[in-house]
């Protein structure tokens, strides 16, 4: 497990940037793609729902439920779309610049799907909306990651400890999946019936995000532009279309790095959102219950992405994610026995256990993959790679409802779900050993 090293002088950009401005450009990166998440979990729970009945009622329970997930998830296929995009002008324009317009896209959309008529009152041009806005929440999300991840690395660049700080933005993932799960699950129970929530109370929760993308905007248009950034404009080093130009150089790394962290995705949807809940229900758990469970988890998810990133710094970020994701095969098969008992504590400890171990490797993405790319096409190629892993990911993820019908239900299921949760681990594991690490040397202290 080598680590190449890339020695970069790049001192000049650094002379004023202290420890204090390096935490404002975290917490604005963080708290933007925290939002971006949220949305993006907050309607995978809004299609286990309420969407089937809402924008599907003509079709049977089963396809109703299938096709709410479809239009859920199809926004992982326009992330890499976004990616390319972003990336290019967030090459060629600025961080900071595209960082806001990823919020300004994503605040839309969330409004349109906050006050989307439903099929009864406007036929199929329900679903059609739905699936448009869910198609442009997709490419404001994949112009996130790319950028946030970037801003960051690049202000931190004199720090020993950048995993460290990656660590953070790499939280915000599963920081969204608990606002998300935290704020549906207060606006269920607190609706006064039944129908006001799936009337209303869902729609809430799309408005609240909507509000607080505003907030991120405001945050992050009044921080500083990236000073490896504006250097790069300075001397005219400015490329005229880095997200192509990366593609052609290193497509293959792109493809690698992807599929190294492909099991994260599949295990946080394929085990949890895509299985856990509909396993707990199909046992007659609370639904209450599976709210907490599943935000509990969150937490765990977020403290393992930062000391991920802290591990990464001391012992490097491949070794790390290989780690991570040897440790979530063997984890795999136990977890489903542990949740079949029924017992609720343990079935706490082990949703906990499943995410906090995938995220161990996730935590050290920002800056593994920031760093695999100079200065001139990060943003492009950082922003592809983590993309087209969350593709890579997703693919699993529709076997369990696939496989859950095909074998008469989750119970019957599960151990079919696991043997692919622990191929997909084996896959990304294989794709990190082929991969390589750049540490690039652009430190001069301890901040």
């Given at each position: 497990?080598?680590?190449?090293?890339?020695?970069?002088?790049?001192?000049?950009?650094?002379?004023?940037?202290?420890?204090r401005?390096l935490?404002?450009?975290?917490?604005?990166?963080?708290?933007?793609?925290?939002?971006?998440?949220y949305?993006?979990?907050?309607?995978?729970l809004?299609?286990?729902?309420?969407?089937?009945?809402?924008?599907?009622?003509?079709?049977?329970?089963?396809?109703?439920?299938a096709?709410?997930?479809?239009?859920?998830?199809?926004?992982?296929?326009?992330?890499?779309i976004?990616?390319?995009?972003?990336?290019?002008?967030g090459?060629?324009?600025?961080?900071?610049?595209?960082?806001v317009?990823?919020?300004?896209?994503?605040?839309?959309?969330?409004?349109?799907?906050a006050?989307?008529?439903?099929?009864?009152?406007?036929?199929?041009?329900?679903?059609?909306?739905?699936?448009?806005?869910?198609?442009?929440?997709?490419?404001?999300?994949?112009?996130?990651?790319?950028?946030?991840?970037?801003?960051v690395?690049?202000?931190?660049?004199?720090?020993?400890?950048?995993?460290?700080?990656e660590g953070?933005?790499?939280?915000a993932?599963?920081?969204?999946?608990?606002?998300?799960?935290?704020i549906?699950?207060?606006i269920r129970?607190?609706?006064?019936?039944?129908?006001?929530?799936?009337?209303?109370?869902?729609r809430?929760?799309?408005?609240?995000?909507?509000?607080?993308?505003?907030?991120?905007?405001?945050?992050?248009?009044?921080?500083?532009?990236?000073?490896?950034?504006d250097?790069?404009?300075?001397?005219?080093?400015?490329?005229?279309?880095?997200?192509?130009?990366?593609?052609?150089?290193?497509?293959?790394?792109?493809?690698?790095?992807?599929?190294?962290?492909?099991?994260?995705?599949?295990?946080?949807?394929?085990?949890?959102?895509?299985?856990?809940?509909?396993?707990?229900?199909?046992?007659?758990?609370?639904l209450?219950?599976?709210?907490?469970?599943?935000?509990?988890?969150?937490?765990?998810?977020?403290?393992?992405?930062?000391?991920?990133g802290?591990?990464?710094?001391?012992?490097?970020?491949?070794?790390?994610l290989?780690?991570?994701?040897?440790l979530?095969?063997?984890?795999?098969?136990?977890?489903?026995?542990?949740?079949?008992?029924?017992?609720?504590?343990?079935?706490?400890i082990a949703?906990?256990?499943?995410?906090?171990?995938?995220?161990l490797?996730f935590?050290?993405?920002?800056?593994?993959?920031?760093?695999?790319?100079?200065?001139?096409y990060?943003y492009s190629?950082?922003?592809?790679?983590?993309?087209?892993?969350?593709?890579?990911?997703?693919?699993?993820?529709?076997?369990?409802?696939?496989?859950?019908?095909?074998?008469?239900?989750?119970?019957?299921?599960?151990?079919?779900?696991?043997?692919?949760?622990?191929?997909?681990?084996v896959?990304?594991?294989?794709a990190?050993?082929?991969?390589?690490?750049?540490?690039?040397?652009?430190?001069?202290?301890?901040?």
């Amino acid at each position: 497990m080598a680590t190449s090293t890339a020695v970069v002088n790049q001192s000049e950009p650094f002379q004023h940037v202290t420890r204090r401005d390096l935490a404002k450009i975290t917490v604005g990166s963080t708290f933007g793609t925290i939002m971006e998440w949220y949305d993006f979990f907050l309607a995978a729970l809004a299609a286990t729902t309420v969407w089937p009945h809402l924008f599907f009622p003509t079709l049977n329970p089963a396809v109703g439920l299938a096709a709410a997930a479809a239009a859920y998830a199809i926004t992982y296929f326009t992330r890499p779309i976004g990616a390319y995009i972003f990336g290019h002008y967030g090459d060629r324009l600025g961080r900071r610049t595209m960082l806001v317009w990823t919020l300004m896209i994503m605040g839309g959309a969330m409004t349109g799907i906050a006050v989307l008529p439903i099929y009864d009152s406007i036929g199929i041009l329900a679903p059609a909306l739905l699936i448009l806005f869910r198609l442009v929440i997709g490419i404001g999300v994949g112009g996130e990651w790319g950028g946030a991840a970037t801003w960051v690395i690049e202000f931190a660049a004199k720090s020993k400890r950048r995993g460290f700080w990656e660590g953070w933005v790499m939280s915000a993932t599963p920081g969204g999946l608990a606002l998300a799960v935290g704020i549906f699950t207060l606006i269920r129970i607190y609706s006064p019936t039944t129908l006001f929530f799936v009337d209303y109370g869902w729609r809430i929760a799309f408005a609240i995000g909507a509000i607080l993308l505003v907030v991120g905007v405001i945050v992050r248009y009044r921080l500083s532009e990236s000073p490896i950034f504006d250097e790069q404009r300075k001397r005219g080093a400015l490329m005229r279309s880095p997200a192509t130009d990366v593609l052609k150089k290193h497509w293959g790394a792109i493809i690698l790095l992807g599929l190294s962290w492909a099991f994260v995705i599949a295990l946080t949807s394929g085990l949890v959102i895509d299985t856990a809940i509909p396993l707990f229900l199909a046992m007659k758990v609370p639904l209450t219950f599976v709210d907490i469970t599943v935000f509990g988890a969150s937490i765990a998810a977020v403290i393992g992405s930062v000391v991920g990133g802290v591990i990464g710094d001391r012992i490097g970020n491949k070794r790390t994610l290989i780690v991570s994701a040897v440790l979530s095969i063997l984890f795999t098969y136990p977890y489903f026995v542990i949740v079949r008992t029924g017992n609720h504590s343990l079935m706490i400890i082990a949703m906990a256990i499943i995410l906090f171990l995938p995220f161990l490797g996730f935590g050290v993405l920002g800056r593994w993959f920031t760093e695999y790319f100079e200065a001139k096409y990060r943003y492009s190629g950082a922003g592809m790679s983590y993309q087209l892993g969350a593709v890579f990911g997703s693919l699993p993820t529709v076997a369990p409802t696939l496989l859950a019908i095909a074998y008469g239900g989750y119970l019957k299921a599960w151990p079919y779900i696991a043997v692919l949760m622990i191929a997909t681990s084996v896959i990304s594991i294989a794709a990190a050993l082929a991969s390589k690490e750049f540490v690039r040397l652009e430190h001069a202290d301890d901040s």
